[in-house]
C-alpha cells in the first residue's frame, strides 16, 4: 500500500503512472474553458467511454483524480492508497483509467486515484467529474489565457516573462525570491492562493491572521502573512497575501505553492523548459526571458520516460533536490 500526501483539491500525489500519449495531428488547438469557484479552470472532455464531461486543468493534480461515480460508471478496479490530508489519512483507490481525452491531447492507461468529488462539486457549483493534472497535460505545450477563457495547445509563443522550470515526479517548480532568501515553488493551476510550508520557511514571522480552507480531507487554517518583496523573474508578488501551513511538514523538495490565477496569462513552454506569465497589466509585445535551455530534448518525453519507469529507477533532478518522493499541493 502506497501512501502520499494532499492538501487540497489540487494535490501533487508522487505515483508511477503508465500513460501512453498520442500525439494529435491538429498541432495547434484551442480548447475554451469556464472558471467556477476562486480559480478552478473547467473544461469539457471525455474520460473512457464517457463523453461531455466536465475536467479541472490542475497542473498540481499527480496523478490525475477520478470522481467515484465516474470510476464506478467505468467499472474501473484497483487498489488502495493513503493519503495525509493535512490533520487525517483518507484512503483512495489507484485505478487505470484506459482512456483520456483533453482537446488534441489524447492519453491512454493513466494511473489514476479515486474520490468522492462531491464536496468539490458543491463548492463550484457545477459537477466535477475529474482533477486532470501533469500526467495527461505534458503531452504539450500549452498557454492559459484567463481573460479569454481558453487554451491553447502547440508551439509557444514568448510571454513577456518567463523563468526556467524543473521538473521531478510529476511536480513542475520554478524559483524565487523573498528578500535575501531563495524558494522553489510548485506550479499550481488548481490553487487559490500562494502558499508556503511553514517548516521550510522559519524565517517568516509569525502571524495572528488566519484564513480557513477546504480540501479533501477537510478545513484547515492557514497564517496569512505579507512579504515586501516575493520576486518571480522579474515580477514582484508581494502585494498580495501569502499563507503558510501552521502544521510541520516535512521536508520536500519544494517549499510552497505558486497560484496562477493571479496573472492574465501562463505558458507551459515543454520545449524549452520555460513557464512563462504576462501579468494582469501588462501588454505582450514586452518580452523579459530570465534564460533559454539549449541542447536539451523536448521536455513532454522526458515526463513520459520518468512515468513509464519503474518506481525505484526514477531519479530526481538535483535542480529539485532530494527530498522524500512525496508531494503536496495546495488550494
Known amino acids: 500500500m502506497g501512501r502520499h500526501i494532499s492538501w487540497s483539491l489540487s494535490f501533487g500525489l508522487l505515483f508511477t503512472c503508465s500513460a501512453v500519449w498520442a500525439r494529435s495531428n491538429t498541432p495547434v488547438n484551442v480548447l475554451p474553458f469556464k472558471i467556477y469557484g476562486q480559480q478552478l479552470i473547467v473544461v469539457q472532455g471525455s474520460l473512457g467511454s464517457l463523453e461531455k464531461r466536465n475536467l479541472v486543468i490542475d497542473t498540481g493534480a499527480y496523478p490525475s483524480v477520478l470522481d467515484r461515480d465516474v470510476a464506478r460508471k467505468l467499472s474501473l478496479s484497483g487498489h488502495k492508497e493513503e493519503m495525509d490530508a493535512i490533520d ?12 483520456v481525452e483533453v482537446g488534441p491531447v489524447h492519453a491512454t492507461n ?30 504539450s505545450s500549452f ?24 521538473v521531478a515526479n510529476g ?23 500562494l502558499a508556503l510550508l511553514a517548516s521550510h520557511v522559519p524565517w517568516i514571522p509569525h502571524s495572528d491572521r488566519g484564513r480557513a480552507f477546504a480540501n479533501l480531507g477537510g478545513s484547515f487554517v492557514m497564517q496569512e502573512v505579507r512579504l ?7 515580477t514582484n508578488l508581494g502585494a498580495e497575501p501569502v499563507y ?22 501562463v505558458a507551459f513552454d515543454f ?46 533532478p538535483a535542480a529539485c533536490g532530494t527530498a522524500p518522493d512525496r508531494v503536496c499541493s495546495l488550494q
Open 88 to 99: 487525517r489519512t483518507v484512503s483512495s483507490l489507484a485505478v487505470t483509467l484506459p482512456e
Open 110 to 139: 493513466v494511473r489514476s486515484l479515486v474520490q468522492d468529488l462531491s464536496d468539490v462539486s458543491q463548492r463550484a457549483g457545477i459537477r466535477i467529474d475529474a482533477l486532470v493534472g501533469l500526467d495527461v497535460l505534458a503531452h
Open 143 to 166: 498557454v492559459i489565457d484567463y481573460q479569454a477563457k481558453k487554451i491553447t495547445f502547440g508551439p509557444v509563443d514568448p510571454l513577456p516573462s518567463s523563468v526556467p522550470f524543473a
Open 171 to 193: 511536480k513542475l517548480c520554478v524559483d524565487l525570491q523573498a528578500g535575501e532568501n531563495s524558494l522553489r515553488l510548485m506550479v499550481d493551476t488548481g490553487a487559490e492562493k
Open 228 to 234: 515586501d518583496t516575493l520576486k518571480l523573474g522579474d
Open 244 to 265: 503558510v501551513s501552521s502544521r510541520p511538514i516535512p521536508i520536500y523538495s519544494f517549499d510552497g505553492f505558486l497560484s496562477t490565477i493571479q496573472f492574465r496569462q
Open 271 to 316: 520545449e524549452r523548459k520555460q513557464f512563462g506569465w504576462m501579468t494582469k497589466g501588462e501588454r505582450k509585445n514586452r518580452v523579459n526571458v530570465a534564460s533559454k535551455s539549449k541542447g536539451t530534448p523536448p521536455f513532454a518525453a522526458a515526463i513520459v520516460n520518468q512515468l513509464t519507469k519503474p518506481k525505484e529507477t526514477v531519479s530526481v
